[in-house]
């Protein structure tokens, strides 16, 4: 046997026993953000989004949809809360609480300031929070930009 058939019986004997030693040992982990077997979404928006601040008070509707699974969920109850800027709710607080309808929508009223509450365009920060049995939060927040109307 000439040592190059040698050689290439030996490299392949090598590769041989490297190839069936070669076996998957790593595990597969599952996210723990996903995918789940029960999914829950929570929306926030405001309509409209921006108001502008006359003589009059603005309003503007902020409206929380939940769903599980992709059905609406009814009954259930959602905190709005004003974080920063000027501006109330329909009843006069910065917190309120409403709870989803048949389609899965609670809405509130935001009532922004007049003209001569605000010297300048504003904007105001708002959370909607959804009541929970579990220890974690389920919440969105937006913002509403006011404009201040010429004098």
Known sequence: MTQRRVLTVAG????????SSCTRSDVSVPSPAGPSTLSITFDLEATPNVILATEERP??????TVRKNGAAMSNVVVYFTI???????SD???????ATDSTGVASVVFIGPTKFEISRDMTTAIQGQMQTNTPEFIFKTIEIRIIRGAD
């Open 12 to 19: 392949l004997c090598v590769l041989l026993a490297l190839a």
């Open 59 to 64: 309003m503007t509707t902020i409206k929380a």
């Open 83 to 89: 974080l920063s800027g000027p501006g109330e709710f």
């Open 92 to 98: 006069y607080t910065d917190r309120v609480a409403a």
